[in-house]
């Protein structure tokens, strides 16, 4: 299998305050992850990629100094939202690709989400 | 530049079958990706086309003619619990896949 876990699940917390998502490839290493956000009923909107040992690479309109994003081993990576809003409330999640895949085998495997709320 | 288009919203009786289909219009490509998510989940893998033709699992199949730049994901026997979000993608190699807005599934009774 490839199993990814997120954590926390959903968290609320007041604005001003930051707040940490980690992303866990379980049963796999994972050289690339990516951060996606998604608002209701919309479409998921890539954040960044994140690459083990180097920086993360962020899509145009991104806050690099907002979304913090650390990938420090093949099976962990972490996004920090620094000062959050209530405009930052969304749903945050992360998928891994396997490292070392055959090139016709690119499938990103999805974390369960974080939900966000920011008062 | 890259274009993926899939129909917004589609409705289906249960018990019946609905095909989903995805064009795609990218610079590079290597295969497609069809998801599934259900409201207030993260996206689950339903299938990978990199050849062109039919693949089938169980009650799900998808299709893809990478000469037309097009794909379909078709559901048999449908259940209430298909009701989702089926997300396009495609994988153009070392880089994120890029997703279609999704099309929103309602299976009524």
């Known amino acids: 299998g490839a199993v990814v876990s997120q954590h926390p699940s959903r968290v609320i917390c007041k604005s001003g305050t930051s707040v940490k998502i980690e992303c866990r490839s379980l049963d796999f290493q994972a050289t690339t992850m990516f951060w996606y956000r998604q608002f209701p009923k919309q479409s998921l909107m890539l954040m960044a990629t994140s690459n083990e040992g180097s920086k993360a690479t962020y899509e145009q309109g991104v806050e690099k100094d907002k979304f913090l994003i650390n990938h420090a081993s093949l099976t962990l990576s972490t996004l920090t939202v620094t000062s959050a809003h209530p405009e930052d409330s969304s749903f945050y999640i992360c998928s891994a690709r396997r490292t070392g895949s055959q090139i016709w085998e690119e499938t990103q495997y999805f974390g369960p989400g974080t939900r966000l709320l920011v008062l | 530049g890259q274009n993926i288009d899939q129909p917004t919203e589609m409705t289906a009786t249960e018990g019946a079958i609905v095909q989903i289909n995805c064009t795609y219009q990218t610079s590079g490509f290597n295969g497609l990706f069809w998801y599934q998510q259900h409201a207030g989940e993260a996206p689950t893998f339903l299938s990978y086309?990199?050849?062109?033709g039919l693949e089938e699992k169980g009650r799900f199949s998808s299709f893809l003619s990478r000469s037309k730049g097009y794909s379909y994901l078709l559901l048999k026997e449908l259940q209430m619990k298909d009701s989702a979000s089926y997300l396009c993608?495609?994988?153009?190699?070392?880089?994120?896949?890029?997703f279609g807005k999704g099309t929103r599934l309602s299976v009524i009774a």
């Open positions: 993608a495609v994988s153009k190699g070392n880089t994120p896949l890029v």
């Open positions: 086309n990199v050849l062109d």
